[in-house]
């Protein structure tokens, strides 16, 4: 069974940094793409970073580039989310999610998912 679960979130002030983690189990990380989506209340759940199979599999939002560093750690079965400069507007709840092989910017696209954690950046 796949199960994801995030943690990590929390309130911090604009330009600092914050990590987040995504502990997976019921599956290989060498096999599936798992990605990290982003919501605000009343907005469409946004693609944040997906890191996935195959030789170009790590890919980010166009708001988040050069900013937020995606990785894996496999002996831990776990995804970061390395997120630095962070600003107000990335303040949302923090998702990751998993698909087999491939990544993809649609959450649609996803079979499973974690329960969220909440980021907050203050200004």
């Known amino acids: 069974e796949v199960q994801l679960q995030a943690s990590g979130g929390g309130v911090v002030q604009a330009g600092g940094s914050l990590r ?6 019921g599956f290989s990380f060498d096999d599936y793409a798992i ?7 009343g907005k469409e759940r946004e693609g944040v970073a997906c890191i996935g199979s195959g030789v170009d599999r790590l890919k980010y939002g166009d708001s988040v ?3 937020f560093i995606i990785s894996s750690d496999s ?3 776990t995804v970061y989310l390395q997120m630095n400069s962070l600003k107000p507007e990335d303040t949302a709840l923090y998702y990751c999610a998993t698909r087999l092989w491939r990544s ?5 696209d996803y079979d ?3 329960q ?3 980021v907050t950046v203050s200004s």
Do not use: D, I, M
């Open 104 to 108: 993809s910017p649609n959450p649609g």
């Open 112 to 114: 499973s998912w974690g």
């Open 116 to 118: 969220g954690t909440l």
């Open 20 to 25: 987040l983690s995504c502990a997976g189990s």
């Open 65 to 67: 580039k050069g900013r």
């Open 75 to 77: 002996a831990k079965n």
């Open 35 to 41: 990605a990290w989506f982003r919501q605000v209340q």
